[in-house]
């Protein structure tokens, strides 16, 4: 299970520009994904540790959750994102 930080495609860009956003401040928390989530950062600095390994992202990076990762979120800046459950 991987956690993929890569920059959007123009379509994934256009689409997740219309989903729900959600943000956050400065913390630290634990996290379990039931479904994939797509996610699309607009602000902040994050790294998610996950068995396996750990992802750093932020502004203008679209991320992709597997579904039943367990993890902890290192918010460092505040975040905001736009997201998709799959």
């Known amino acids: 299970m991987k956690i993929i930080v890569r920059k959007p495609t ?12 959600w943000g956050c401040g400065v913390s630290v928390f634990d996290w379990s ?10 602000e902040g600095d994050v790294t998610v540790e996950y068995d396996g390994g750990s992802a ?4 203008g990076d679209y991320v992709i959750f597997p579904k039943g990762m367990d993890c ?13 459950f799959r």
């Open 33 to 42: 994904y039931s479904q994939e989530e797509h996610a699309l950062l607009l």
């Open 56 to 59: 750093r992202f932020g502004a």
């Open 10 to 21: 123009a379509e994934e860009k256009s689409f997740m520009e219309k989903q729900p956003t």
């Open 72 to 84: 902890v979120w290192r918010v460092e800046k505040p975040v905001k994102k736009h997201y998709d």
